[in-house]
């Protein structure tokens, strides 16, 4: 059964930083991708980020030059580094395992419970 618990959530004003976390278990982490994906109400989920296994990363056009995915392999954690934030990055994050290099989230099968990120302007 894989395992992915996010944290770091929380509300913070446009401009500002904020970086979230995703702890897996063992069987989750040993996946080759590993990615980061939001959902705002009345959205469709959407592809935020994707790391593969060599540290390769693939970004969203929206975030692309703010956000930065990472993982540590130690600590079997994926993060997600945003920066310069917008009230339109406004939703609930998801980090997901076993899925593919394209930020397409039927991709994916493992999935956390969501971490909740607000930017209030």
């Known amino acids: 059964q894989a395992q992915l618990v996010e944290s770091g959530g929380g509300s913070v004003q446009a401009g500002g930083s904020l970086r979230i976390s995703c702890a897996a278990g063992?069987?989750?982490?040993?996946?080759?991708?590993m990615a980061w994906f939001r959902q705002a109400p009345g959205k469709e989920r959407e592809g935020v980020a994707v790391?593969?296994?060599?540290?390769?990363?693939t970004y969203a056009d929206s975030v692309k030059g703010r956000f930065t995915i990472s993982k540590e392999n130690a600590q079997r954690t994926l993060y997600l580094q945003m920066s310069s934030l917008k009230p339109e990055d406004t939703a609930m994050y998801y980090c997901?395992?076993?899925?593919?290099?394209?930020?397409?989230?039927?991709?994916?099968?493992?999935w956390g419970q969501g971490t909740q990120v607000t930017v209030s302007s």
């Open positions: 997901a395992m076993r899925g593919s290099s394209r930020l397409v989230a039927s991709d994916f099968q493992y």
């Open positions: 790391i593969d296994g060599s540290g390769r990363t």
């Open positions: 063992e069987y989750a982490y040993s996946f080759y991708y």
